[in-house]
């Protein structure tokens, strides 16, 4: 099996070890620190960057109306594609047959898909991210659907498990400019495929040392997204994080949310408490290999400010509304009611950003329980 590893991830072996019980695992090599601190990678289209900063105090200004028009870094596209997958407290729902009304609806017409585009790229935009119900490439219509975005001029940043794309596939998203978000549950094979009820690991592994023998970490448009759980965290921190950082991948290490989940689901997540402690361990862990950022309140993902995508995108829902972000937190409006300046124009949008605070899933990190806010919803309140 070892010499397989060389044969299977030319690129990735390095970082991998097979053992008998748990089959294939990410492993830290060591990395060598670096004696100059530096910022961390911000996968391109997606993290917040300057530009950012830029796009929410022009549409603070605007809801104060200040100027006329607001401006956004991307919006959220939720298809509703089935998965391949059965994850463990799918944000979803898939897991459980039990999607949110949000995700019942069509797929989206090419008018629709014009109206949505035409008003983005009049609105600043750059992209489009596709955020869920499923797996994309479980439907026939996605290499179709990435090129009436780009034919607007979009860029689209993909959330994938990667475990149906081909070499091929993977070399043709690149050559479209694509940003690739892979998802991985566990660093460990058997308790990965535990996790998402099959076993596609070594699928998801594939897709990863495709990306990388191309060079898409090279633009930030190569990331690799794991939920922290009470039952991955060390693995995270200890071998995650350092082969993440050695690839030049970029490390979307994310608390693990908590919505369409059971008791048991809940009671695999830090509460607050320890996810402010496994958070100050990832800044210390960065530091040591060279990466410098500061957690403030707000902070979910490692290197990452407070979430404050409200103030900078918006979601659209198979069901037609446009909400807040995926989280569904809320609505603004119904496109088969409204169409899309109508609603963004609107009180209501203007109003949810003059009062916009902290956002629900974005209360990981707080200096301590005092500054948690005083409403959380009810999936969050169990954390506490």
Known sequence: MTKDLKILFPILHNYLNYDENHGIEIISTGVNSSSISKKPSLLKHYYVNEETEKIIINNIKWAQGEITKPIFQFAYLMLPTKCNQSCKGCFMGQDKSNLPEYYDGSDFSERELYEICSFLRNHGAKSVVYGGVGELFNWKGAFKFIEIIQSYGLDIVIFTNGTLLSQ????????????????????IEKFHNQFVGTNNFLKSLLSIEYALSIGMQEDNRLSVEIPVTKLNGKRVLLNFIPAMRGLGIVPMVEEYIQISVSN?????????KEAREFINLSRN????????WIPEVGTRIIGQPKCKRPLYSFAIFPNRNIMD????????????KNSIDEIIYSDNFRNEILNFSLCACSVFYTNSNLDLPVRLPNYLEALI
């Open 168 to 187: 091929d596939d993977v070399i043709r998203l690149n050559e479209a400019g694509v940003t690739l978000i892979i998802s991985l549950r566990d660093t």
């Open 285 to 292: 862990l960065d530091m040591k290999l060279g990466v410098n």
């Open 325 to 336: 972000c995926p989280s569904h937190s809320v609505s603004y409006g119904n496109l088969f």
């Open 264 to 272: 048991e689901e809940q009671a695999l997540s830090h509460d607050f």
